[in-house]
């Protein structure tokens, strides 16, 4: 009787063992995907100001951010054929911002990440319209340096991006292959959905986010995000 007992005994700790460990599963499924982001901290952001979002939920190759509208600085669109030339060029104007070619003479810290807005042109299946922006850091948030170069923005637009992040360097063969590796990875979500229906409100632009100098060669960290409401 009491051997039975034992055997019975030992057959419902395993039974709770497992459904113990189940239950432990399903909890750390969750919290992945409800908050927890698929990639880390860029290591750039462990030094410099990097424009604050929060996670609302990751997969394996994206994850859906909430950004919070903030400050930044902008270039005049600069339309082009070549996204390594329009952001190069936009890039030196926005270096020599923050060196001091502003009205307060402010030399302002480099902030990351550099996020460039492309938008595809009407008239020419080449041709695209690029944005380049500079996350301006707290200090001057609320009392943005002026310039007749750049101009202070309130971004984002939309709420919320989809982002795939990916390494190497930027260049305009490798940007187009991550953009529709993001839109196949958001197939049959609804997050495809809210993305298409943003879209077709107005022109929206294909974001794409660099964390690096051009003299960093390992370790590189860049994006490419869809926004959308």
């Given at each position: ?73 902008s270039t005049s669109p600069l339309n082009s054929n070549s996204y390594k030339d329009a952001v190069g ?94 839109k196949k990875s958001l197939e049959g979500t609804p997050w495809e959905s809210s993305i298409a229906r943003t879209q077709s409100g107005g022109r929206v632009p294909c974001s794409v986010a660099g964390y690096n ?17």
């Amino acid at each position: 009787m009491v051997r039975g007992m034992g055997h019975m005994g030992s057959a419902g700790e395993g039974i709770g063992l497992v459904f113990l460990t189940l239950a432990l599963c399903i909890a750390i499924m969750f919290e992945q995907c409800q908050g927890r982001s698929a990639y880390e901290e860029p290591a750039n952001c462990l030094r410099l100001e990097c424009a604050p979002y929060q996670v609302i939920h990751s997969q394996k190759d994206y994850e859906i951010r909430s950004y919070r509208t903030a400050t930044w600085i902008s270039t005049s669109p600069l339309n082009s054929n070549s996204y390594k030339d329009a952001v190069g060029h936009g890039f030196n104007i926005l270096a020599m911002y923050i060196q001091g070619n502003n009205d307060q003479a402010a030399n302002i810290n480099m902030t990351a990440p550099v996020l460039v807005d492309m938008f595809s042109s009407t008239t020419s299946s080449r041709n695209q319209t690029f944005t380049v922006h500079l996350y301006l850091p707290q200090k001057y948030q609320n009392n943005p340096p002026l310039s007749r170069q750049v101009h202070p923005v309130k971004l984002p637009k939309h709420r919320h991006a989809a982002v795939k992040r990916f390494g190497g360097f930027l260049n305009d063969t490798i940007i187009p292959g991550q953009v529709l590796a993001l839109k196949k990875s958001l197939e049959g979500t609804p997050w495809e959905s809210s993305i298409a229906r943003t879209q077709s409100g107005g022109r929206v632009p294909c974001s794409v986010a660099g964390y690096n100098s051009p003299y960093e060669y390992e370790n590189r960290v860049n994006e490419v995000m869809f926004w959308f409401d």
